[in-house]
């Protein structure tokens, strides 16, 4: 059995992806308001939960340090539906 440490995130990891998933869905012109809304806030507590869980943390640092303006979420983020389902409509 592995060790639990690879199981769950350390607070610097969660602090690092809770840091990325605010970068992304500015970048991705969330509205927040809309977000939250959506089930009643559970959706948005489900997706920094993937988010904290996520495999893709450095490339999602290098697409969010590459991105140029607003931009719809990359393939590999586990929230990018429910990203673009929140978007800004002036995004």
């Not at 806030?41 to 590459?66: Q, V």
Request: positive net charge; charged residues 25%; proline residues 7%.
């Amino acid at each position: 059995m592995p060790p639990s440490t690879r199981l769950w995130p350390t607070l610097k990891q969660v602090l690092r992806r809770q840091e990325l998933m605010d970068r992304m869905m500015q970048t991705s012109g969330v509205d927040v308001l809309t977000a939250v809304r959506v089930d009643g806030g559970l959706a948005l507590i489900e997706a920094r939960a993937k988010c904290r869980f996520c495999l893709h943390e450095g490339a999602c640092r290098d697409w969010l340090e590459s991105s140029e303006g607003l931009q719809m979420p990359p393939g590999f983020c586990p929230n990018a539906s429910f990203l673009r389902a929140c978007r800004r409509e002036d995004s």
